[in-house]
């Protein structure tokens, strides 16, 4: 399978705490990008970054890319019940091609 | 404009039926996608359109068929679809393609009886 994995697979925390989630793929990226999906809705793009950085922030998202080891993370820090959502990497496998990996489904408890 | 809008939001039919679904952009965006989501699962990629042209095929059935009428519009032709065919279908948009990031519709919840 193409597909990259996450992990984990379900996240549960409280309110303020952060939340680590990790990606790893499979073959060579250009770039590695997260999405955010709330309940059955659409994908709503968070953050993208290229093969030669190491390190992005947005706002309280912070993503860190190791090529070596072909793995991503994205820490979330002071998580709020909004943030409740599943959250999938996604690498850029053609110019056209997304591939997503198996996601993981975040829970924060107010 | 940022969003891409689609119709209808759910969708249920038979399977001798034939329905479309609808999305459109007005972002200026060059390549359009169709995606097929099932439950707890990530998107999977159905096809790709850049410059109104169809660009992927992910060897998709052909009760499947897709249509750009124009650069704004993208549409899916459903006929004699299956039960396992009910899924989450999403549609998107990126500037040109080439490796950017994708603006996502609402999606159309279709159920197949």
């Known amino acids: 399978s193409q597909q990259g994995e996450e992990d984990p697979q379900a996240l549960s925390i409280q309110e303020g705490e952060n939340a680590t989630m990790n990606c790893s793929y499979k073959?060579?990226?250009?770039?590695l990008q997260w999405y955010r999906q709330n309940s059955g809705r659409g994908l709503v793009h968070l953050i993208l970054i290229r093969s030669n950085e190491r390190e992005k922030h947005s706002g309280r998202l912070r993503v860190t890319l190791d090529t070596s080891k072909k793995s991503s993370s994205l820490l979330i820090t002071a998580s709020r019940a909004a943030d409740t959502a599943s959250y999938f990497c996604?690498?850029?496998?053609?110019?056209?091609?997304?591939?997503f990996g198996s996601g993981t489904r975040l829970l924060v408890r107010p | 404009d940022t969003e891409v809008t689609q119709t209808p939001k759910h969708l249920v039919m038979g399977m001798t039926n034939k329905k479309s679904l609808k999305c459109e952009q007005h972002?200026?965006?060059?390549?359009m996608y169709w995606y097929k989501q099932k439950a707890k699962k990530p998107p999977e990629l159905m096809f790709v359109?850049?410059?109104?042209?169809?660009?992927i095929n992910e060897s998709v059935p052909s009760r499947f068929s897709p249509e750009c009428p124009n650069s704004s519009l993208l549409n899916l032709h459903l006929h004699a679809l299956q039960p396992e065919d009910s899924a989450l279908y999403l549609c998107a948009s990126s500037q040109s393609g080439n490796r950017d990031e994708q603006f996502f519709g609402p999606g159309t919840r279709l159920t197949v009886l």
């Open positions: 972002m200026g965006h060059r390549a």
């Open positions: 073959t060579s990226i250009n770039n």
């Open positions: 996604a690498t850029d496998y053609s110019s056209y091609k997304l591939i």
């Open positions: 359109y850049s410059y109104e042209k169809l660009s």
